[in-house]
């Protein structure tokens, strides 16, 4: 029981995290574009890591493809810790490093969510949906 409401609390702190950032994103807000061109890869960039984000909510908020959700939301959020570590810097126009902070709270969240399924990890392949 206790594991079920951690799970849920991580996956609706991910989701709400990830949506939030996604309305920036795709009203094409100036904090997003500044990211994107420092990266290199406005508007693109911009546009498909909001569609990945938004596929890693939905797959993370529907319990048969919470792993698959999960790890898409590692993957992306390791771009974006990177990103903050090698080109951004922590702290993005005077945001007080809240980007890199909300970045790795989704990361350790999802990190969590899979460990918390190991179990169902060699049943990750055979997912039929």
Not at 7 to 23: D, F, G, H, K
Not at 35 to 55: C, H, K, M, S
Not at 70 to 99: P, R
């Amino acid at each position: 029981m206790k594991t079920t409401i951690l799970s849920w609390i991580l996956r609706i702190a991910v989701a709400v995290i990830l949506l939030q950032t996604l309305y920036f994103k795709f009203t094409a807000a100036e904090e997003s574009i500044y990211i994107f061109n420092a990266l290199g890869v406005e508007p693109y960039g911009r546009i498909a890591t909001g569609i990945l984000e938004l596929i890693t909510v939905i797959l993370i908020l529907i319990p048969r493809t919470l792993l698959l959700g999960a790890s898409l939301g590692s993957g992306i959020m390791v771009g974006a810790i990177f990103s903050h570590l090698f080109v951004l810097g922590i702290e993005v126009q005077g945001d007080g490093g809240t980007l890199f902070a909300l970045a790795n709270i989704t990361l350790l969240s999802c990190l969590t969510l899979i460990f918390l399924n190991r179990d169902k990890l060699p049943n990750l392949l055979k997912l039929k949906i």
